[in-house]
């Protein structure tokens, strides 16, 4: 889409590439400037396969909310939730149970534009603009506490977020906050940038990425990202890279196994 549509808000920085709108480019969506597209485009020209992960990356999104819906989950808070694409979180939930309830939030405005528009109507879901970093402006707000009961399970959903988030803001500290405040029988699910998967394509654009001066990728090690699940019980098969967690069909797996490989993925379910 042409930059200077109606769904541009004003407070964007439309000189510099933003994660969720180089994320939507890459997902062949159309809310993104030329600066995104510029910088996919020069993402893509070193990693060819760089689509098929951000697509596998929502084809376990996809596996992940349909089993907390297995398990009776009925609501679902999505942080880091981006521009709305295909399958969103409350597509699929809503596709098993059309009660199911999905809060949003990002903090990029673009994110936050679009998402409204695309849930205008549906009284089941909502979308905040809020930043993960400051825990009590997302659970606390009056948004959420209207439509998500934090006496009942909740589905937490931080897919390709964490490694947004600069080790100097304790992401581990900040986790804590978030899983205390689930009531037991709730679910988490990551997926992560990985530190170890000796893909020299990928270390290379998320160098390439962080040079361009907006948000900065942080990849982890298992260890690490194994961390953000505290005392929650990772079901089976326990935190793996994300085209090995469940997979049910060729979408879910990239064709260039150097693909598969690039973030770990988990589900855990407080006890
Ligand atoms: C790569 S997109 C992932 C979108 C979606 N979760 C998925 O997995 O398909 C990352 C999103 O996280 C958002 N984000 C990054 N840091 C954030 C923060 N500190 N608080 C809230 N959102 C953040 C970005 O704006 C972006 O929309």
Not at 134 to 149: A, F, K
Not at 226 to 252: C, H, I, K, M
């Amino acid at each position: 889409m042409a930059d200077g549509q109606n769904w541009i808000p004003q407070s964007v920085d439309v000189s510099v590439p933003s994660s969720a709108r180089v994320y939507d480019y890459v997902l062949g969506g159309a809310h993104n400037f030329a600066v995104d597209r510029q910088m996919g485009d020069k993402i893509e020209r070193n990693l060819p396969h760089v689509r098929s992960g951000a697509r596998i990356n929502r084809a376990f999104l996809a596996r992940a909310v349909r089993f907390m819906v297995d398990q009776g989950v009925r609501q679902f808070l999505d942080i880091g939730s981006g521009i709305p694409t295909v399958a969103n979180v409350h597509e699929v939930a809503q596709e098993l149970d059309p009660e199911c309830r999905v809060m949003y939030v990002d903090r990029d405005p673009v994110a936050v534009a679009h998402s409204e528009l695309i849930l205008a109507g549906n009284s089941h879901t909502a979308v905040l603009q809020a930043d993960l970093r400051d825990p009590d402006s997302i659970l606390n707000s009056g948004e959420v506490r209207r439509l998500l009961d934090f006496d009942e399970p909740i589905g937490l959903l931080l897919l390709f977020m964490l490694h947004w988030v600069p080790t100097e803001a304790d992401p581990w500290g900040l986790m804590k906050h978030y899983r205390e405040a689930l009531p037991s029988g709730s679910y988490l699910a990551i997926t992560h940038m990985a530190d170890d998967h000796g893909n020299e394509a990928v270390h290379a654009a998320t160098v390439m990425m962080n040079q361009a001066g907006g948000d900065q990728v942080v990849e982890r090690g298992r260890d690490e990202i194994a961390a953000f699940f505290g005392d929650f019980e990772l079901v089976e098969p326990g935190l793996v890279t994300f085209a090995e967690w469940r997979p049910s069909g060729p979408g879910d797996i990239s064709a260039d196994p150097g693909m598969n490989g690039i973030a770990y993925a988990g589900v855990a379910r407080k006890p």
